[in-house]
């Protein structure tokens, strides 16, 4: 797996994703910044708080039969 570098044009915002063994493309006549974040990789974990299941093991006394 190789990583990948995203850079982006201070002059004209274009973004480019290139090998990291690769040298810093130019554009505009200018060398691109190196983007921090990657663009395209895990979502934020939002939809993650919610995996609970209904297999608690500790659930009892809500069903309330015999005592
Ligand atoms: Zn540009």
Request: with cysteine.
């Given at each position: 797996?190789?990583d990948?570098?995203?850079?982006?044009?201070?002059?004209?915002?274009?973004?480019?994703?290139?090998?990291?063994d690769?040298?810093?493309?130019?554009?505009?006549?200018?060398?691109?910044?190196?983007?921090?974040?990657?663009?395209?990789?895990?979502?934020?974990?939002?939809?993650?708080?919610?995996?609970?299941d209904?297999?608690?093991?500790?659930?009892?006394?809500?069903?309330?039969?015999?005592?």
């Amino acid at each position: 797996m190789k990583d990948r570098i995203n850079y982006v044009c201070a002059a004209c915002g274009k973004k480019r994703s290139i090998p990291a063994d690769e040298p810093t493309p130019e554009c505009c006549k200018r060398t691109m910044n190196p983007e921090p974040l990657p663009v395209c990789e895990m979502a934020p974990s939002a939809e993650h708080s919610r995996m609970d299941d209904a297999s608690g093991p500790c659930d009892d006394g809500s069903a309330g039969g015999n005592v």
